[in-house]
T-cell receptor, first 114, second 114 residues
Framework: KAGVTQTPRYLIKTRGQQVTLSCSPI?????VSWYQQTPGQGLQFLFE???????NKGNFPGRFSGRQFSNSRSEMNVSTLELGDSALYLC?????????????FGEGSWLTVV | AQSVTQLGSHVSVSEGALVLLRCNYS??????LFWYVQYPNQGLQLLLK??????LVKGINGFEAEFKKSETSFHLTKPSAHMSDAAEYFC????????????FGKGITLSVRP
């Protein structure tokens, strides 16, 4: 079956702009999480959605937001982009978000802020 | 709070040699532990996970890891390295419950010499 799909794969934005990234989880998976990966900070948890509700949130400013739709697809938005937001953004899905679930990652969206 | 320590950022081995990547965790509750691999310009792929039960866990591509509670360790091993094993490896921890948040280590880059 199809894996976690993220779009777009690559994008370049200018400081001050906003960006929306999309994620389609594996069919049947209801939990979607987002992570930011940078060389300096490594992999950091942004937030998790389950049944259209944010269930868990990491330590990121309010400029980072997300949502989940009824079909479990998710989007994350970053407003007022800063240079430091340049990163690989990874989406992950699991069956119901419980810790024993296997978490599957997409290939990520590479965001460059100039 | 949970944390993961991966000592060293780079490990180099010869093809056919033993691979040993170290991971130590800190958790106030019984942990669930994971090893992921990331190839260049790709997302994360699960190698193996420990939830409960047998402490020696076998994963894909010949990798295995042993959960040692007394040492708070979950080291990853492979008896014989292949060139295709060259990648970045991440150890991660989560806790039980409706909390799929993964806390990752900084990652270790594995190089395999011919």
């Amino acid at each position: 079956k199809a894996g976690v799909t993220q779009t777009p794969r690559y994008l370049i934005k200018t400081r001050g702009q906003q960006v929306t990234l999309s994620c389609s989880p594996i069919s049947g998976h209801r939990s979607v999480s987002w992570y930011q990966q940078t060389p300096g900070q490594g992999l950091q948890f942004l937030f998790e959605y389950f049944s259209e509700t944010q269930r868990n949130k990491g330590n990121f400013p309010g400029r980072f937001s997300g949502r989940q739709f009824s079909n479990s697809r998710s989007e994350m938005n970053v407003s007022t982009l800063e240079l430091g937001d340049s990163a690989l953004y990874l989406c992950a899905s699991s069956l119901n978000g419980y810790s024993g679930n296997t978490i599957y990652f997409g290939e990520g969206s590479w965001l460059t802020v100039v | 709070a949970q944390s993961v320590t991966q000592l060293g950022s780079h490990v180099s081995v010869s093809e056919g040699a033993l691979v040993l990547l170290r991971c130590n965790y800190s958790s106030s509750v019984p942990p669930y532990l994971f090893w992921y691999v990331q190839y260049p310009n790709q997302g994360l792929q699960l190698l193996l996970k420990y939830t409960t039960g047998a402490t020696l866990v076998k994963g894909i591509n010949g990798f295995e890891a042993e959960f040692k509670k007394s040492e708070t360790s979950f080291h990853l091993t492979k008896p014989s390295a292949h060139m295709s094993d060259a990648a970045e490896y991440f150890c991660a921890v989560s806790s039980a419950g409706a909390n799929s948040k993964l806390t990752f280590g900084k990652g270790i880059t594995l190089s395999v010499r011919p």
